[in-house]
């Protein structure tokens, strides 16, 4: 396996090979010409790196429409004072529509907006309060829109507005809940208007009822089977709801959306998720997937949250960044040189680091303005954001220095639209600086100088450089015996002095003239290539998927004669070619991971891994009875990829056994395959002990899930 973070330990080599005019493999003329692909438009829906993405409450943000403010005249629903944040404020798709020129003048090139389908009518009593689902995470019915934010013709509207200002649409969407069990509904689900069942009547188990879960109950078994926060949670292996998750979130597809954030997805079994996200990828035009895998610093489950993308192919909403970076801006209880730790570690860690969807303000926390209320320290760390690895995330309100001491608290009324703050420029000058140098989109980020208060860090793809200088403090620090990779010359700040930065030298050898970087201050530096004379892959999305899905190859040098990419050593027909992206559709090819490469002219790109699953995915339910010692744990191989290739290094995770000596699971599988498999026994230094007997062979179905028998274990 080679991993895309460790791509630049091969660059010298490919680039030798290159230079050599050799290459892996000969790439055969085109015979037609192909459509021309846009690498940082709208129509780029799979890679996100050269974006900034807007987090909007589509009720805090903007009313457009007051008629739809209360739409069933609910009581102790809507505050036209908009104090009550438990209330609707009025908030809706045309106060976006409205304000567009507002994100576009930002540099915002994608919208997070509230999940869009409709939510609970009625307020929730709990304690004597009124609480309603302005938020959106408490779903009705996933495939109509909530009439608090408009209808289907609004939000037709919207998409074809944001596009048109070249501007993304991502939607908030949470498979794992709908509404809470014991509100006048009964957390019930409907499809299209019709009721399927509620939580109290669950005469088609669309709901587990094990009760929610306890802060002491840690196991992934408890996490993704026990309900959150009481919301009545559903049963993602049950048939009906898998094929209904599936069905509704094409409707919001055929309306344009461009992307999909995936809340509580650490709630959600593994094999949903990938059967989701299978389906997703499947798609005619797949979109950016990410999910919210919430977690502290450190933590348990750290390992699991990191890998989950591999796994599943949903990317992940970086806590593990922001929880660091705010405790380095915010209180200080982190220095920078554990921030700069933190990238280091990620960077290993992480298949996709720029991938990952990285952020500092959010609906769940305090907001940074209110943890940091020093603006110049502020802007600091929103510098930090927009210059590193992975793709930023802005809140709404943010440019406006909106405050909050917790999430509830910072879910506010848009405060402000003015285009002269601070914080506003500084992210239109950094988001132009993310579309047009690829270091910032796809590079990696080398170090160059720290202190406890001090980083200076320069991001680089092949020739594309960005240095950055941050002081988060109010002492001026002298920055000597710097060295970069700059070509030597004399470089103005990029932000010409907006964070009272100033020009650097560098010499013949790569030294930096000594510099003074006083308090708070920001320095940005670039350089870009004038165009790469050999193919260089930056991106690949989605980083899983199957044969004849849809490939989106982002990078530079693809030049504007098509050549040829490769999946392995099996061509994949090309669908658009220009020098900046490449789509292609995935060839029949050995499930696995493989190396995606790109054939130019005899010059051959650096690799990039992409998981190639065996097929359409469905779920299948394995039961076992088995006894084991402390320590063991049961999980089952197989004859294909989903179930490691009779690798018992490579199990799928472990089973769960709640009802001991029962095991079950969860497992994504090809649909319409015979199976065949064994169940082991594994402790935690790998030792094994197989089952004896004969594989057990078992047929997947079509689409939805299915349980095998119980099974006992053979001896």
């Known amino acids: 396996m080679i991993r895309k973070t460790k791509r630049n330990t091969l660059i010298a ?354 907001r940074l303005a209110t943890i940091q209320p020093n603006q110049g320290i502020f802007h600091a760390a929103l510098s930090f954001l927009l210059t590193s690895r992975g793709t930023p995330v802005i809140y709404y309100g943010t440019e406006q220095y909106m405050t909050g001491v917790n999430g509830d608290a910072g879910r506010t009324w848009m405060t402000s639209f003015s285009q002269t703050t601070t914080a506003y420029q500084l992210i239109k000058k950094l988001s132009d600086l993310r579309k047009s140098n690829l270091a910032i989109q796809y590079g990696t980020t ?58 650097i030298t560098v010499g013949s050898n790569g030294a930096v003239t000594p510099f003074d970087l006083g308090p708070a201050e920001v320095g940005v530096w670039e350089y870009r290539s004038p165009g790469a004379s050999v193919p260089q892959i930056g991106a690949v999305g989605p980083t899983m998927g199957r044969a004849g899905d849809l490939v989106t190859i982002d990078g530079d040098g693809f030049g504007t004669t098509p050549g040829t990419v490769y999946f392995g050593s099996t061509a994949a027909t090309v669908q658009c070619w220009s020098n900046k992206e490449i789509k292609v559709t995935v060839p029949s090819i050995t499930a696995g991971l493989q190396n995606v490469t790109v054939v130019v002219g005899g010059n051959t790109s650096n690799p990039f891994s992409y998981t190639v699953l065996s097929g359409p995915q469905v779920q299948i339910i394995f039961h076992e009875n088995a006894t084991t010692s402390l320590g063991q744990n049961i999980y089952v191989v197989g004859n294909k990829y989903e179930l490691g290739n009779w690798d018992p290094s490579k199990p799928y995770i472990a089973f769960w056994n709640p009802n001991y000596p029962d095991w079950y699971l969860p497992v994504n599988v090809p649909a319409s395959t015979i199976i065949e498999f064994k169940f082991i026994k594994r402790d935690g230094a790998g030792s094994v002990i197989w089952e004896g007997g004969y594989n057990h062979t078992f047929t997947t179905p079509a689409s939805g899930t299915a349980d095998t028998p119980t099974y006992t274990w053979q001896p």
């Open 13 to 366: 080599a490919v680039l030798t090979l290159a230079l050599l005019g050799q290459s892996w493999f000969l790439s055969p003329s085109p015979a037609l010409a192909l459509p021309v692909c846009n690498a940082t438009g709208v129509t780029n829906r799979a890679n996100y790196e050269s974006d900034i993405i807007y987090e909007l409450m589509t009720d805090r943000f903007a009313d457009g429409d007051p008629t739809n403010n209360n739409p069933y005249n609910k009581s102790n629903s809507y505050d036209p004072s908009r104090t009550d944040i438990n209330k609707y404020f009025g908030g809706d798709w045309q106060g976006i529509i409205d304000n567009i020129a507002y994100l576009k003048n930002m540099g915002i090139t994608a919208i997070w907006i509230t999940a869009p389908y409709n939510n609970l009518d009625d307020p929730y009593l709990e304690n004597g309060i009124s609480y309603n689902a302005y938020h959106g995470y408490w779903a009705k019915d996933f495939f109509l829109p909530d009439e608090h934010w408009g209808d289907w013709a609004k939000f037709d509207q919207l998409v074809a507005t944001a596009h048109n200002n070249g501007i993304k649409v991502v939607i908030d969407y949470a498979p794992n809940h709908t509404s809470h069990t014991d509100n006048v509904e009964a957390g019930a689900l409907y499809r299209n208007g019709t009721l399927l069942g509620r939580f109290n009547n669950d005469t088609l188990g669309l709901f587990h009822h094990l009760g929610t879960r306890a802060d002491y109950q840690t196991s992934k078994y408890e996490y993704q089977n026990y309900a959150l926060a009481n919301l009545a949670d559903l049963s993602t292996e049950n048939a009906t709801v898998q094929n209904y998750l599936n069905d509704s979130i094409d409707v919001w597809l055929s309306h344009g959306i461009d992307g999909i954030r995936n809340d509580a997805t650490l709630h959600q079994s593994d094999a949903f998720r990938t059967v989701f996200a299978d389906h997703v990828n499947a798609s005619s035009d797949p979109v950016f997937h990410f999910g919210e895998y919430f977690i502290s610093t450190p933590d348990a489950k750290y390992d699991d949250y990191r890998t989950s993308p591999d796994r599943t192919g949903i990317q992940i909403l970086d806590f593990e960044f922001a929880n660091v970076a705010r405790a380095t801006f915010g209180d200080f209880s982190k220095t920078m040189q554990d921030l700069k730790n933190t990238i280091t570690y990620t960077a290993n860690d992480y298949t996709y680091e720029n991938d990952a969807v990285t952020w500092l303000d959010s609906h769940d926390k305090s």
């Open 446 to 503: 080398a170090f160059r100088w720290d202190n406890s208060n001090v980083l200076v860090y320069e991001r680089q793809f092949y020739n594309n450089i960005v240095l950055v200088a941050i002081n988060r403090s109010g002492t001026t620090y002298n920055i000597s015996g710097l060295y970069t990779n700059l070509p030597p010359g004399s470089y103005n700040d990029y932000l010409s002095g907006l964070l009272s930065g100033n020009s």
